[in-house]
């Protein structure tokens, strides 16, 4: 972002400068950890951690700029530490500064903005609508990782640039409120919703609010933007909507289909992509079936971002791994595989990875290490039993290690033939399998990221060497 004193004081005209004197870009930072030379480092009040208290380690990391709260008692003994050329701009409130500052250079930039939203898949969507993107030779602004939140989209407005054609941003939520809140100041030309799942129901309470609360991501339209959903959800097509609506799916009402869907000998699926009127043949190199939603959802959106039918096509034959989502890993001490789930975990997408492990063909046992799923709210103990009884449709299951509290329902609902262990933490998981693995197995490892399960990976697998 680049601004002057100027243009600060019209956005924020409580502002206070300090000291020192601008006109330059910069990139903007809140956690004292990912700082650089010369960022602009706002000092950040949260519920565990408040960024006064970072701003000395700020300083030494070479921050330029600091954005502080005027209502600090104690910043005397830090400014004294200060040369003349660090900026120090003090206002009433540092979150407030960052969404103003971030909604005022948003506004700077006509070209196409993106906006993914969802219970399961925005990350991968994402990611392959950039695949797609930069495989057609257009350069978009992509938001890094999950920087999802209010806090997370406003950084990456802030690295909005012309340099860019267009930008691509993945918007989070888990309390009602923050998607009006978020759009307010990214203002989407278009946006996409994925699906609607049980996720972090603790915050937004059931489906229905779980649906709203997602379409507010449409709250900024007018006739003239066009919102992307997902046709086979009621809960999404089954809305009326004040701006024209695409829909993807697999069922023939969409206007973009997956359809006569195979598996491969070799591994990987085949499946006929529908984009309106026209039909291509498509190959994935992968089998997981609940990935295949993520793939034509991103073509929706990459075909309304005026990419040809023709890039689509070919960027789906080359898509790059996914870290953490369905990855297949060699063991480093046994011929076998190791399938990294760890990125997170509701009930639909556990249910999907437990299918893609089913239909994959295996010499040796197949084994799953499965973890808590988090945020289900006072629905926990239903969806873990629902898990437990999903289990009688994966036959070729051998082994379950269930890690966690929650996870006892499923012991409680699974059927008696797999053979399953129940333990706390991570690290006894690890002494589970090491007394039970042998060559050829096949070993799916999924839970929610509070579990810590990517440590079960780190231990049975070498992560320089992926499949």
């Known amino acids: 972002m680049h601004f002057d004193a100027k243009w600060l004081q019209k956005i ?64 005397d003994p830090f400014l004294k530490e200060l040369s003349k050329e660090k900026i120090v701009i003090l206002v009433p409130d540092p979150l407030h500064a960052l969404i103003a500052l971030a909604s005022a250079w948003r506004s700077r930039f006509i070209y196409p903005v993106a906006a993914i939203t969802g219970s399961v898949g925005k990350t991968t969507t994402k990611e392959l609508t950039a695949h797609i993107v930069a495989s057609s030779g257009k350069k978009f602004l992509v938001g890094q990782g999950n920087l999802n939140t209010q806090i997370g989209v406003a950084l990456t407005i802030s690295r909005m640039s012309d340099e860019y054609e267009g930008a691509l941003f993945e918007v989070g939520i888990s309390k009602q409120g923050e998607m009006a809140k978020i759009v307010a100041m990214l203002k ?75 598996e491969l000998d070799g591994g990987g699926l085949s499946f006929i992509l529908k984009l309106y009127d026209k039909k291509y043949g498509v190959s994935l190199s992968e089998n997981h079936r609940g990935m295949l939603q993520n793939v034509i959802a991103s073509v929706a959106l990459a075909h309304q971002l005026a990419i040809s039918d023709q890039a689509i096509v070919k960027a789906l034959e080359q898509i790059p791994v996914r870290k953490r989502r369905f990855e297949l890993c060699s063991l480093k001490n046994y011929r076998g595989i190791m399938i990294d789930d760890c990125y997170n975990a509701s009930p639909e997408s556990m249910k999907a990875a437990l299918n893609a492990l089913e239909s994959m063909k295996a010499v040796g046992k197949k084994i799953a290490i499965i973890g808590d799923m988090l945020e289900l709210g006072d629905k926990s103990a239903f969806w873990h039993r629902q898990i437990g009884r999903f289990l009688r449709k994966i036959s070729s299951l051998h082994h379950i290690i269930l890690v966690g509290d929650n996870v006892a329902w499923i012991e409680k ?14 690290q006894d998981a690890v002494s589970k399998l090491s007394a039970t693995l042998e060559n050829d197995a096949v070993v ?24």
């Not at 799916?444 to 499949?467: P, W, Y």
């Open 12 to 75: 924020l005209p409580e502002a206070v400068i300090i000291q020192g004197s601008f006109d330059r870009s910069f990139t903007f930072c809140v956690d004292s950890r990912e700082l650089e030379q010369d960022h602009l480092f706002f000092a950040l009040s949260g519920n565990k951690v408040d960024g006064h208290d970072f701003l000395k380690v700020a300083l030494e990391k070479g921050a330029g700029v600091f954005v502080a709260s005027n209502k600090k008692l104690l910043l």
């Open 188 to 262: 989407p030309t278009t946006a996409l919703i994925t699906c609607i799942a049980h996720s972090h129901m603790e915050g937004l309470g059931s489906l229905s609010a779980i649906a709203y609360e997602k379409r507010m991501i449409f709250s900024q339209f007018s006739s003239d933007n066009i919102g992307i959903i997902n046709g086979d959800q009621s809960l999404l097509a089954g809305m009326s909507y004040s701006h024209p609506i695409v829909k993807f799916g697999f069922k023939i009402t969409n206007n973009i289909q997956a359809r006569k869907i195979k």
């Open 413 to 426: 609902t699974a059927p008696s033939s797999i053979k399953i262990e129940r333990v706390s933490i991570w």
């Open 444 to 467: 799916l490892v999924k839970g929610s990221r509070g579990m810590q399960l990517h440590n079960v990976i780190a231990e049975f697998v070498d992560t320089q060497v992926r499949l």
